[in-house]
């Protein structure tokens, strides 16, 4: 995964720069050389090219279309679409792979009539926007998955077509490839400051770390869990913060007869199929502060605290199971209503935001990317009306609140 990329900058003056190089950078770099009408300069600048403890190297990349908003139904559908048709949308190039998404889907579980109803309003929104979304009694599931205790479950909600596990590695790795093959330009390098103009309605330059600065025209904040640092330096206040989320890999000494859905246990902790006779889980601490985007350190006690009795009484299955892998991750996570903030700041009109995704961004970066080339190239979005989005809602105090949030 580690990129050669320079670390002197080929120009001085940039049409867009892209602060962020994971995947909604690149994302957005690639998008923009399929827009007809951009003949700009891009330049991706990237601290840590290896992405070692990036979200989209620490992520258990998956999607679904489970959400509760009709818009984020169906930005998962075009990620559904743009995965298995990857080639394609590549100019039908015989070096990128032919992808599939292996659709075991999401079992949401409710242990309560109002979450029970939640599940349902949800459905009906989902199933709406064209999801096949399906309502499973505690019997239908003991049928369907008799490996679950459901003896306190009302209610399960599934998923069966172009929801569960995809290959985000091979897509985030194309992306970038034939990105800089187009002409995007990535850097080695970190952003320390932004200048704006005199009337502070635009940032006119950036100044990297070695000390260069850089003239910009448009600026792209995608820098994942460090973005309200990033707006910072323009001078705005962004709510978007580094959660730590925690993932282990396990081997169950008897393993499931048939595919497990990603299963979000009513607890909060969550499980999915992984291959082979392993699994991965997640969870985070009851306490969940936010936290400095290089704090990586695991909480060994909550496995054994929390995770693993959680796991052995819904699937009593895992009752003996190994951990092989286990690490810290970050959600960027939007404190306001768990949605993605996106588009121009209503001042700083040449600063746009690809931030705030809450645990969903990699599976939506492909909708965002477009969207964002869009409103660079346009100034307008010529797909999905992303406006819904745009940070005008948080400072107007009318959130647009997400509440399938894992």
Not at 32 to 45: N, Q, R, S
Not at 358 to 364: E, Y
Not at 377 to 395: A, K, M, V, W
Request: charged share 20%; proline share 5%; with cysteine.
């Amino acid at each position: 995964m580690a990129a050669t990329y320079d670390t002197t900058p080929q120009r001085s003056r940039y049409d867009v720069i892209i602060v962020g190089g994971a995947i909604m950078g690149a994302a957005t770099a690639w998008f923009l050389t399929e827009m007809p009408d951009f003949d700009g300069t891009v330049l991706v600048i990237e601290r840590d090219p290896t992405y070692a403890q990036s979200a989209t190297m620490l992520t258990t990349s998956c999607m679904r279309q489970q959400f509760s908003t009709a818009l984020n139904v169906r930005i998962s559908q075009f990620a559904a679409d743009f995965v298995t048709n990857l080639r394609g949308y590549m100019g039908g190039d015989d070096r990128v792979p032919q992808l599939s998404i292996h659709s075991f889907g999401y079992m949401y579980l409710a242990d309560t009539q109002a979450f029970a109803e939640v599940l349902r309003a949800n459905q009906r929104i989902q199933r709406d926007a064209g999801a096949a979304t399906q309502l499973m009694t505690p019997d239908e599931i003991r049928r369907a998955y008799p490996f679950y205790n459901v003896d306190d479950i009302v209610l399960g909600s599934i998923n069966l077509v172009n929801e569960g596990y995809f290959d985000a590695s091979a897509v985030f790795d194309w992306l970038r490839r034939k990105g800089r093959e187009r002409g995007v330009e990535y850097l080695s390098g970190e952003v320390a400051a932004m200048t704006r103009n005199a009337s502070g309605t635009r940032v006119e330059s950036v100044t990297l770390a070695s000390g260069q600065v850089l003239s910009c025209g448009h600026v792209v904040n995608a820098s994942g869990a460090r973005a309200a640092r990033t707006a910072a330096m323009a001078g705005i206040d962004l709510p978007v913060e580094p959660r730590k989320r925690y993932s282990w890999v396990f081997r169950a000494e008897h393993p499931l007869d048939r595919d497990l859905p990603l299963t979000i246990d009513p607890s909060g902790v969550h499980v999915r199929e992984n291959g082979g006779g392993t699994y991965q889980a997640g969870a985070h601490s009851d306490i969940d502060p936010a936290v400095d985007p290089d704090d990586f350190t695991m909480d060994f006690g909550l496995w054994e605290n929390h995770v693993w009795p959680v796991l052995a009484t819904r699937i009593p299955q895992f009752e003996s199971i190994r951990v092989e892998a286990e690490w810290a991750g970050h959600y960027a996570m939007n404190t306001v209503d768990h949605n993605a903030i996106m588009g121009p700041h209503p001042v700083v009109g040449n600063f746009i935001f690809l931030n705030g995704f809450s645990g969903h961004g990699l599976q939506q970066a492909p909708a965002m990317g477009r969207g964002t080339a869009e409103w660079l190239t346009y100034g307008g979005y010529r797909s999905l009306d992303l406006t819904p989005f745009h940070i005008d809602r948080i400072l107007s105090g009318a959130p647009l609140v997400e509440s399938a949030v894992i």
